[in-house]
């Protein structure tokens, strides 16, 4: 029997390892495709489950068996862990609902997630930044098993590093026992925030980040036949590093955060804040993550700088070529890095949540380049 998984050339060859474990039938029951976000671990994902599911003589996934079309299927919700609101969450089962009832179900809030994902597995914004796999939803995954019947059963858990601690520690009984023709696949950017002892039972798989052209293509790909080439320029395919859900996020939002990361560093060594402060308001950064990738363009921007002054070639060089740091001659290498180690430690504040976002940014508006403005 054959197998064929398709995808990226950077990625074959952790694709013929896959291939191979499935046709001589020693594919594991827990699988942890992990890798940077947005190179398409959750579309990996969704066909290793129609290759398992998929009941062709010859070759799969074939695309036309019931197995591969229940992989396809956003209604067939117990097919997927995915990290959810509180609220929805605790929605009411739809065995719980009264007939003609209009109340959303945690089936129905589930059921919008995989569509999504079905719709585009790369990106990166699908959940928000609050959204977390409880022990509830485990429970829920557990609790339908009796339901499986004789045909195999395949779970995707989507960003398990967002499982809570008595989710994980749920989810680590079932792997210590896994019922019969029953497997996991597990996606993570943050493999290191999973127990250890999910990770030892789990073939551990590394997807790798796509190429330059890769990326573009895939993006425009995604776009749809309107898409022009324009819309993505080296400026996107530089922010990506290889990931065509980061490159989708930045055709929509890269522009604005490359003109605020300018005006960002530019009024920052000016020591010009009011202004600063003004634009930081009109960003209304609610979402940390937002904050996070606004200030994962921050540091594009001055690692670039640091490229040119080295003579290295550029990853943005439209938004580089826009700040002329020749009008501030005491910046050198030395408080580029300063200032790139700035950044970066703003946004490990950020991502903790223990201070708000407005005041992270203006206290790293002050800070960065301390001592050479």
Not at 79 to 97: F, I, L
Not at 181 to 200: C, G, H, K, M, P
Not at 323 to 346: C, I, M, R, Y
Not at 352 to 360: A, E, F, I, K, P
């Amino acid at each position: 029997m054959e197998f064929r998984l398709k995808g990226p050339a950077s990625q074959e060859r952790q694709r013929i390892r896959l291939m191979s474990a499935l046709r001589e039938g020693r594919f594991p029951q827990a699988v942890l495709i992990d890798g940077p976000a947005g190179i398409g671990k959750k579309a990996l994902a969704i066909e290793i489950s129609q290759a398992l599911q998929c009941s062709n003589g010859d070759l799969r996934p074939c695309g036309k068996c019931f197995g591969c079309k229940m992989a396809l299927d956003a209604g067939n919700t117990d097919g997927w862990v995915v990290p959810m609101e509180s609220k929805e969450a605790h929605a009411r089962s739809a065995a719980d609902v009264s007939a003609g009832s209009t109340a959303k179900t945690v089936q129905d809030f589930k059921q919008a997630y995989i569509s999504e994902i079905f719709k585009n597995p790369y990106r990166i914004d699908t959940f928000s930044a609050g959204a977390e796999i409880s022990v509830d939803l485990i429970r829920s995954m557990t609790g339908s098993f009796a339901l499986k019947g004789d045909r195999v059963r395949v779970v995707i858990i989507a960003e398990a590093d967002r499982m809570n601690d008595s989710a994980a520690n749920a989810f680590l009984k079932t792997l210590e026992d896994v019922p019969p023709d029953t497997y996991f696949i597990l996606t993570t950017s943050s493999r290191e925030r999973l127990l250890q002892t999910i990770l030892s039972r789990c073939l551990a798989l590394h997807l790798l980040p796509l190429a330059d052209n890769e990326v573009r293509d895939e993006t425009l790909r995604l776009l749809g036949e309107d898409a022009d080439e324009d819309m993505v320029g080296d400026d996107i395919v530089g922010l990506a590093v290889g990931s065509p859900g980061k490159a989708l996020y930045y055709v929509e939002h890269g522009g604005r955060w490359c003109s605020m990361a300018v005006d960002f560093l530019t009024l920052s060594l000016r020591n010009e804040y009011g202004e600063l402060y003004s634009i930081l308001a009109d960003a209304s950064f609610e979402d940390p993550l937002d904050a996070n990738r606004f200030l994962e363009v921050l540091s594009f921007l001055i690692t670039d700088l640091l490229r040119q002054k080295s003579g290295a070639p550029l990853r943005i060089p439209e938004t580089t070529g826009r700040v002329h740091l020749d009008a501030f001659p005491q910046v050198d290498a030395n408080a580029l890095e300063k200032a790139l180690a700035t950044v970066q430690e703003t946004m490990s504040r950020i991502a903790s949540r223990r201070t708000s976002v407005g005041m992270c940014l203006q206290s790293l508006a002050i800070k960065l380049f301390e001592g050479y403005k």
